[in-house]
């Protein structure tokens, strides 16, 4: 029996998404963007994963859309179906807890995008990002011509979408693109701590904090500012003393838990 395109790992409050096609370089087959979005669609409902990490399996993160499978099939890009029920973008966007990139290798393309689908990327130092829409001649759809300028900057995403050329995990570090480098043996155990460190925060409020944010950066900043007055004017009305006290608790003792493993 073939091994699943997608894997699903689950401990505790955090799951692992491992795309996993490594001989095409987790390329995006029709079942793969099907399973992908069918998983955060039922992570979603489960009101106990408190954050999910997704990475790729092999050498790469993802290579974008399988474009063999694309020049071979008698509909071209029609074959993928990357709407309605198919379409990661809404899949991923409608997940309401945080989403870790770990960039274990290149992300490339749709794979690029799909990283940028995330909320928080760490990267293998061998990680490596390119856009190369406009050397196979497809046009972005998920998000990428309007993302990586507001957070690298116009001139540094011109030069990536114009010219195809790879940006490097160094790279990308100086320019803000990704949360921080890691040795690519140390990936997987920092994008789980940090998960961990997700779950152990406040349900509610990370996910509050989550549409703020990205709600927030679509707005100018003036109605963001409004919009953060008033959802923090309902959302803390809910908030006791005693919940406060019970946080701070927690808090403290987890702070002295890391620092006896420390």
């Known amino acids: 029996m073939a091994e699943a395109e997608l894997l699903l790992e689950r401990d505790g409050a955090?799951?692992?998404?491992?795309?996993?096609?490594?001989?095409?370089?987790?390329?995006?087959?029709?079942?793969?963007?099907?399973?992908?979005?069918?998983?955060f669609r039922e992570l979603q409902k489960d009101n106990e994963v408190r954050a999910v990490i997704l990475t790729g399996k092999g050498r790469a993160f993802c290579a974008g859309l399988d474009l063999k499978a694309l020049s071979s099939h008698p509909q071209g890009l029609g074959a993928f179906a990357i709407h309605g029920d198919n379409d990661?973008?809404?899949?991923?966007?409608?997940?309401d807890r945080p989403i870790i990139m770990g960039i274990n290798g290149v992300a490339a393309t749709g794979g690029f995008e799909l990283a940028l689908m995330g909320d928080i990327l760490i990267a293998s130092s061998e990680a490596r990002f390119a856009d190369t829409h406009c050397r196979v001649g497809l046009a972005p759809g998920w998000g990428l011509s309007q993302k990586l300028a507001r957070i690298i900057g116009h001139s540094r995403a011109r030069e990536a979408h114009f010219s195809g050329n790879f940006i490097s995990a160094q790279q990308a570090d100086a320019w803000?693109?990704?949360?921080?480098?890691?040795?690519?043996?140390?990936?997987?155990?920092?994008?789980?701590?940090?998960?961990?460190?997700?779950?152990?925060?406040?349900?509610?409020?990370?996910?509050?904090?989550?549409?703020?944010?990205?709600?927030?950066?679509?707005?100018?900043?003036?109605?963001?500012?409004?919009?953060?007055?008033?959802?923090?004017?309902?959302?803390?009305?809910?908030?006791?003393?005693?919940?406060?006290?019970?946080?701070?608790?927690?808090?403290?003792?987890?702070?002295?838990?890391?620092?006896?493993?420390?």
């Open 14 to 39: 955090v799951v692992t998404l491992t795309l996993n096609r490594p001989e095409a370089m987790n390329a995006l087959s029709p079942t793969l963007l099907s399973d992908l979005c069918t998983a």
């Open 88 to 95: 990661i973008y809404a899949a991923l966007r409608a997940f």
């Open 176 to 262: 803000g693109l990704v949360s921080r480098v890691v040795e690519p043996d140390a990936l997987a155990g920092a994008c789980r701590q940090l998960a961990e460190d997700i779950a152990s925060c406040v349900p509610w409020t990370v996910k509050a904090y989550k549409a703020l944010v990205n709600d927030g950066l679509e707005m100018t900043l003036g109605a963001g500012l409004a919009m953060e007055k008033q959802v923090i004017t309902h959302a803390n009305s809910r908030v006791s003393g005693e919940d406060i006290a019970a946080q701070r608790q927690a808090v403290t003792a987890r702070g002295k838990q890391q620092k006896q493993q420390d």
